[in-house]
Every structure is written in structure tokens, then in C-alpha cells.
């Protein structure tokens, strides 16, 4: 029984490094981060504390992520005048994203060559590859925790649900 006991332990021990990480849960304090947006302003998330901040992660080669643009952009409308800030974050280069916003314009703030984020907030496959789908969600509360984190199409429902919730006090945080 002991040599069982000691070869399932090993096992397992063997067995860990070959799971898939998801670093981020929902509950725990968010990766802070301070960067510059497109039109030159820093933006720091530690700066941020006591306001609602949706991060979302996106490309402009993602289709799902174009089709996202217009709901985001009225989601913004809606939330305007309330402690929200929403940030857009791209891992391509300012003349990629510059081009395409000339044609799909967003009404919040932009940022590019955000790798450096990306690998604070991706998840990692089990052969420790970055894993992160576009476009890619993380509501981050008042107190600096993620609220909400999900990826794909169209959370923009949802998010504000969530938002609007936040906002009033009636949740510590949110369960996706």
C-alpha cells in the first residue's frame, strides 16, 4: 500500500507541469500595469483603484473582435459620466492599429505593442504556450479584482450587467 501511496504522489507530481495554467481567476487582484495610450496619455491601473475598468484584449485581424467595435463604442456612450474607464489592448504595432482605426474608430482608449500585458493576463497551455482567444475580457472592480473574465463573441450584455452592478455596490465580485 505504501509503494502505491508513493508512486501515485510521484505521478501526480509528474503530472502537473503538462496541465494547462489558467493564472487568472475571477476574485483575485488583477496584474497591474501602467502604459501609453495612442493618443499619448499614461494609463495606469494601480491609478485606477475605486473606479470599474474593463480590459479587453483584441486584433485587428479578429473578425468577432471588428464586429465587437460598435457594441463597445455604444456600451461606452451608455457608461459615460460613470466611474468606468475601458482600455483596448493590442499587441500590434501603432501604424497597424492606427490604420485600422482610421476605419473603425473606437471611442475609448487604445494601446499598442502590449505584449508585455498580455503575458501578465494569458493563460498558458500545458506546454506553457500563451492561450489567450480574442477578443478577451477582464472587468476588474473598484478594489482592483477581477470581477468577470471571459473571451469570444459578444459579451457586451453581459458586461454591462456586470458593470452596472459593480457600479451600484450589489456585488463583491462577479461569477461569469
Known amino acids: 500500500m505504501r509503494n502505491v501511496l508513493i508512486f501515485l504522489a510521484i505521478f501526480a507530481a509528474l503530472c502537473l507541469p503538462a496541465t494547462a495554467q489558467n493564472r487568472l481567476q475571477v ?42 467595435i460598435p457594441k463597445l463604442n455604444e456600451l461606452t456612450a451608455r457608461l459615460k459620466g460613470k466611474n468606468v474607464e475601458l482600455i483596448a489592448l493590442s499587441m500590434e504595432p501603432a501604424t497597424r492599429i492606427n490604420a485600422f ?41 473598484p478594489r482592483g479584482n477581477i470581477a468577470f473574465k471571459d473571451s469570444g463573441w459578444d459579451h457586451t450584455q453581459q458586461l454591462e450587467t456586470k458593470i452596472n452592478s459593480l457600479l451600484a455596490g450589489q456585488l463583491a465580485s462577479a461569477r461569469p
Not at 487604445?110 to 492561450?131: C, Q, T
Open 101 to 141: 482605426l482610421s476605419k473603425h474608430p473606437f471611442d475609448f482608449r487604445v494601446v499598442s505593442d502590449s505584449f508585455d500585458v498580455v503575458l501578465k493576463y494569458a493563460d498558458r497551455d500545458k506546454e506553457g504556450n500563451l492561450d489567450m482567444g480574442f477578443p478577451a475580457y477582464f472587468l476588474i472592480d
Open 27 to 68: 476574485g483575485e487582484r488583477a496584474p497591474v500595469f501602467a502604459i501609453e495610450t495612442l493618443d499619448g496619455k499614461q494609463f495606469d491601473l494601480a491609478q485606477a483603484q475605486g473606479k470599474v475598468v474593463l480590459v479587453t484584449f483584441w486584433s485587428t485581424r479578429c473578425a468577432i473582435c471588428q464586429s465587437e
